[in-house]
Antibody, heavy 121, light 110 residues
Framework: QVQLQESGPGLVKPSQTLSLTCTVSGGSISSGDYYWSWIRQPPGKGLEWIGYIYYSGSTYYNPSLKSRVTISVDTSKNQFSLKLSSVTAADTAVYYC?????????????WGQGTLVTVSS | QSVLTQPPSASGTPGQRVTISCSGSSSNIGSNTVNWYQQLPGTAPKLLIYSNNQRPSGVPDRFSGSKSGTSASLAISGLQSEDEADYYCAAWDDSLNFVVFGGGTKLTVL
């Protein structure tokens, strides 16, 4: 059973960098069968796609966030990470990591439980 | 404002059939497949329908999806109280070059 778990600070100051890690268990990121993604959800609002990464390190980002986002992968730890720089209150959201499965219409078939990140001084 | 348009709310009584629409354009729904997600209160979204009308293993056949042109629909038959959730459609957008979501529809079971 594949499981994803987000970890990182729940509070970030404005203008600083938000850093989160997603640890994958029950499957190997290096298998190459899937892509790995970050999605966020501001409180009471809808879902916003941030980007995804392949085990090789290839990335694809939401153009509206591209200048501030970096997604990286550490196959030795079976983890992938998100960094979002110059955060503002608008970046306050629940951040989810998820697995992208080409075999199910590029759907997100496994999700982490999500972690709330609040941007506040 | 979301690229894909969904009604903000829908409702039905137990046993009823409800449908949720998702309207897009030629660059997203018109040229790519649609996935649907169910988000129960306080939980992460769950893949409900993929590739327009396919159900992942474990999803009851009460849930079905369809697509026509630049619109898609999710239908839930035999509505149950546990279906009360937010539902999101999603598709790749060839012009924007990223995954776009609908704004979500809150389903209430009366």
């Amino acid at each position: 059973q594949v499981q994803l778990q987000e970890s990182g600070p729940g509070l970030v100051k404005p203008s600083q960098t938000l850093s989160l890690t997603c640890t994958v268990s029950g499957g190997s990121i290096s298998s190459g069968d899937y892509y790995w993604s970050w999605i966020r959800q501001p409180p009471g609002k809808g879902l916003e796609w941030i980007g995804y990464i392949y085990y090789s390190g290839s990335t694809y980002y939401n153009p509206s966030l591209k200048s501030r986002v970096t997604i990286s992968v550490d196959t030795s730890k079976n983890q992938f990470s998100l960094k979002l720089s110059s955060v503002t209150a608008a970046d306050t959201a629940v951040y989810y990591c998820a697995r992208v499965c080409p075999g199910v219409g590029w759907g997100y078939d496994y999700w982490g439980q999500g972690t709330l990140v609040t941007v506040s001084s | 404002q979301s690229v894909l348009t969904q009604p903000p709310s829908a409702s039905g009584t137990p046993g009823q059939r409800v449908t949720i629409s998702c309207s897009g354009s030629s660059s997203n729904i018109g040229s790519n497949t649609v996935n649907w997600y169910q988000q129960l209160p306080g939980t992460a979204p769950k893949l409900l329908i993929y590739s327009n009308n396919q159900r992942p293993s474990g999803v009851p056949d009460r849930f079905s999806g369809s697509k026509s042109g630049t619109s898609a629909s999710l239908a839930i038959s035999g509505l149950q109280s546990e279906d009360e959730a937010d539902y999101y459609c999603a598709a790749w957008d060839d012009s924007l070059n990223f995954v776009v979501f609908g704004g979500g529809t809150k389903l209430t079971v009366l």
